[in-house]
């Protein structure tokens, strides 16, 4: 028998209604009692007839960061795209193994217009967007505060390749007038909207020229850290974005950059249009930019469907703190090599007395730790940066009895320090066999 846990949020009013697994679900199992974020597509008054149930999975993980070490470590790894996949390889297979995976790439791809790369300003060669693509990765984020750092130029560059490359990505328009219209695909029988927008740019702005592309703003207020001198748009213009979104789709993921980096909480305005953006149709929110992990959130909307959030993701693959070590720093230092790959499902059931609903299912995280304290040895010699993330669970059982003790009880504090942070113990799913 399935064991039921109450809702894993540290915040949130709606625990007391929100039930989650120990482990992830088995399909067959889940149908009538796992998240439900469905709307009904039955006409009233009829009895649906029950068909066989269809699903759509995911696996998501937050910030894609081509520090120059990280560009390193790719060109040791192996040539083109083969390096940057070679990083994500020891995850890969999760990614692989769903329907969509997600990461944000938190830098412009602009060799043609590229003013070169230094500290907080970025670029990456289109050989990422290939090894994403090989690691799994079908869909990014091109909606945060670095899509500028080579100019507008670059900006609009980096969607033509991304394009090119046949990677689909949430957060920006052809148009002003297109920009907040959701990227829609549809898996199994299954229609999903992803909408992408930041809420920071880093003091870059849109195009006057309204027909020019637009990345997704919807900036903080001025005075609450905001650049007011820099039009997006407001609340209840981002809610409208939602609820045309959710109409177009049966399942709608909203992407969205923000809050405080290196913050372990969210901003309290942050939940609270979370809770809105829910309660206006979208099912999951997949938060980045604190560069940290912060909590999940299960919340229950007033039309009585259950959401998940994740109010921060972490960095998936970066450079920070690579010189944290166990023991002669806080703990607090290694944070940003703190990283979940979060799990879950949209399915589709059709059942005599609740019609055709589209549900969230299968809600789990796995454990994930920044790889990069280590090096390679290259040629017998020289030695290059190692880089890349690493399912701890997946690491912890090669280094027992008897193995490298220093690495397991690394690996076993930032499991416990990551779970604690998001409060996703009860979510923890094994990773899969390889």
Known sequence: MQHWHRGFSHG?????????????????????????????????????????PAEVTFAVAGDVIPHPAVRAAAVAAGPGAAGWAALLAPVSDVFQNADFGFVNMETPVAPQHTHG???FLFDAPIDLITGLQQSGIKIVSFANNHVMDQGFAGFAETRQ???????????????????????????????????GM????????????????HVNFFPYPAGKGGASDS???????????????????????????????YAAAPRPED??????????????????????????????????????IFFSLGNFLSNQSRDYREGSQPASEGDPRDAIIG?????????????????????????????????????????LPAIGPVLIDREIPLLQAPGDAARLKLLEDRRRILLARTGGDRLVTSPPKM
């Open 12 to 52: 949130g009013n709606h625990l007391d209604r929100t039930m989650i697994p120990r482990r992830r679900l088995y399909l067959a199992g889940v149908i009538a009692a796992a998240f439900a974020s469905g709307c009904s597509a039955s006409p009233t008054g009829q009895a649906a007839t029950p068909q066989p």
């Open 198 to 213: 930041t809420r920071w740019l880093n003091g870059g702005s849109n195009p006057s020229d309204p027909t020019q592309p």
């Open 343 to 383: 799990l879950f499902s949209a399915v589709r059931t059709t059942t005599a007395d609740k019609g055709t609903r589209v549900e969230l299912a299968q809600v789990a995280i796995l454990p994930v730790w920044g790889d990069n304290s280590r090096t390679a040895l290259v040629d017998g010699s020289t030695r």
């Open 161 to 195: 390749h991304l394009r090119e490359q046949g990677m689909l990505f949430a957060g920006s328009g052809d148009t002003e007038a297109t920009s907040w219209q959701p990227v829609i695909v549809e898996k199994n029988g299954i229609k999903v909207g992803f909408l």
């Open 231 to 261: 039009p997006g748009m407001d609340d209840a213009g981002v809610l409208a974005a939602v609820r045309r979104a959710r109409a177009q789709c049966d399942f709608l993921v909203i992407s969205i950059h923000w809050g405080v980096e």
């Open 117 to 119: 790369t230094r500290p």
């Open 271 to 308: 939940v609270a249009i979370a809770h809105q953006m829910l309660d206006a149709g979208a099912t999951v929110i997949l938060g980045h930019h604190p560069h940290v992990l912060q909590r999940m959130e299960s919340y229950r909307t007033a039309d009585g469907r259950n959401a998940v």
